[in-house]
């Protein structure tokens, strides 16, 4: 585990236990909402959060279809709460990079409002390539500055107590998915909330 997962796994596991009320839990909620509006999910699918916080987007998800839900993250606080909150689902403590399960698993993949964590997003890239089943689907969610502030931003950010590496562009996350082999990206953005999304050919 290197620094950056240290630092969030320590500032995470001490949010764990009221994360909806704290202020990364109320703002992250945006993100969860416009993740819910635009992932395309069927009844059925296998849908695999990574760095799932306490649970709360497949639990949003499951309201609305008939899922497989896994998730993953860094926070073994986190997962306590994310098996609380979804008991029927599949958690584990483990790092973005390396997940125990077979290639070709999941028909979905989410990442929401925690890629600026994630200290090798070219190796969480690759692992989330292998997954993927043919023709399944990366979402990830994170937070959007402008041009003119990321930059300055990412001159301090890894002095963060929170684990935090880099915010990304748009076009930063659609080149490295593109590199290990996703197709067919897009993206949207609303606010400073951008939503990548690409496919596993």
Avoid: W
Avoid at 34 to 49: E, R, S
Avoid at 156 to 176: A, C, H, W
């Amino acid at each position: 585990m290197n620094v950056f997962e240290k630092r969030s796994m320590a500032a995470y596991n001490k949010k764990a236990a009221n994360y909806d009320d704290t202020f990364d839990g109320k703002l992250t909620l945006k993100f969860k909402h416009m993740l819910l509006d635009t992932v395309n999910i069927q009844n059925g699918d296998a849908v695999l959060d990574i760095a799932c916080g306490n649970g709360k987007l497949l639990h949003m998800f499951a309201d609305r279809y008939a899922i497989e839900g896994y998730g993953a993250d860094i926070s073994d606080k986190m997962v306590e709460q994310a098996k609380l909150m979804n008991p029927a689902m599949t958690f584990s403590v483990d790092s973005c990079e390396k997940l125990p399960y077979a290639d070709g698993t999941f028909d979905i993949v989410t990442v929401c409002a925690a890629y600026h964590h994630f200290p090798n997003v070219n190796i969480f890239a690759q692992e989330a390539y292998r997954l993927l089943k043919s023709n399944g689907k990366i979402y990830i969610a994170d937070i959007l500055f402008p041009a003119i502030i990321r930059p300055i931003c990412n001159l301090f950010v890894q002095l963060s107590p929170m684990g935090d590496v880099k915010f990304y562009s748009p076009r930063e996350i659609m080149n490295t998915l593109n590199s290990v082999g996703f197709q067919n990206g897009g993206y949207i953005k609303k606010g400073q909330v951008q939503i990548v999304n690409a496919s596993r050919p």
